[in-house]
Structures are given as structure tokens and as C-alpha cells.
């Protein structure tokens, strides 16, 4: 993790359970948009309230087929990003999970530079590294895997792509 201060830290604990990540799943997507926009997408609310990494990410809609962006915990890992489709501990998967294996091409907005990356989901031995990885930036992952309740939740990892390479074809 950066360096979280004790008060990030004690945030985060309190961000694990039920009702206080229910609400905050609510209240903090809003706050970041505010935030984003007031500073040029340099940072977010829950980035400054948690030292977490914070980015938005831009997909094609699944079904619909329309651009949709969410903000996301990135975990950085060897280079990439590895993003865990938790949602809160859910019985479902979120929808941005749907999106990028429909469309696993996507962009990365973070600190207001923005880049191509195309995801995958993992599995074995990778998805155990990046599982371990985010659960130590983010120990609330073990409290969201329990609340799944047997739903395996996934963990994609998105690679960057070079500028100007073909766009996905699937």
C-alpha cells in the first residue's frame, strides 16, 4: 500500500463492512466525479480518503453497446492493472465485468493521462498473485470474498496496449 496514514487505515477497515461499504459504494462514486472534475482528473475523493489508487474506466456497455465509465480500485501488479469484480461481496458480478469480457479493449484514465489497455480475466497461480496483491493493498477483499458466499469473484488484468495499435475485433 503507499504509506496510508493511521486515519486511511482505520478507513479502511471501517470500508469492509456491510453497511459502511454499502454506503460509500453509493455516496463515493458521486463525490469522485465532483472531485475528478474539480481537479482535472488528477485525484479523487476516495484516493485522498484512503490512499488507494483510483481510476476511471471507459467501456462499450455489453448489451447496449454505449460508452460507460466507473471508477475502480486499481491494483498495480508487474506492470498492469489487476481489477477485482467484487462489487461489495455481491452475489453477482458488476457490470463493468460483463463489459470488458464483451469488450475486453478499454481505456484507463489516471492522475488525467488516459491509455489503452486490453483485459483478460485470470486464473491458477496468476489469479492467487493478484488476489494476494490486492488483498494486501486492500484487506476488505477477504470480507467482500466471504459476503460473496461461493461466487468465485473474478480478477481481470488489464495490459497496456502500444499507441495506435489495431482496435479489438471480438
Known sequence: MSRARPWQRLILRLAA?????????HLLPRLDRWELRRSNGEHSLTTLITGLPLI??????????????????????EGKIVLIASYFGSQQHPAWYHN??????VQVSLNGQTQTFLARLTSGAERQACWGQAASLY??????????KG?????????????NSPPDQS
Open 56 to 77: 476511471t474506466l471507459h467501456t462499450i456497455g455489453a448489451r447496449s453497446g454505449l460508452p460507460r465509465s466507473t471508477f475502480l480500485m486499481a491494483i498495480p501488479y
Open 100 to 105: 470488458l469480457m464483451a469488450h475486453p479493449e
Open 151 to 163: 461466487r468465485e469473484i473474478p480478477v481481470m488484468v488489464l495490459e497496456p496496449l502500444p499507441p
Open 139 to 148: 484487506p476488505g477483499f477477504e470480507a467482500y470474498r466471504r459476503r460473496a
Open 17 to 25: 463492512l456491510r453497511p459502511i461499504s454499502w454506503a460509500l459504494s
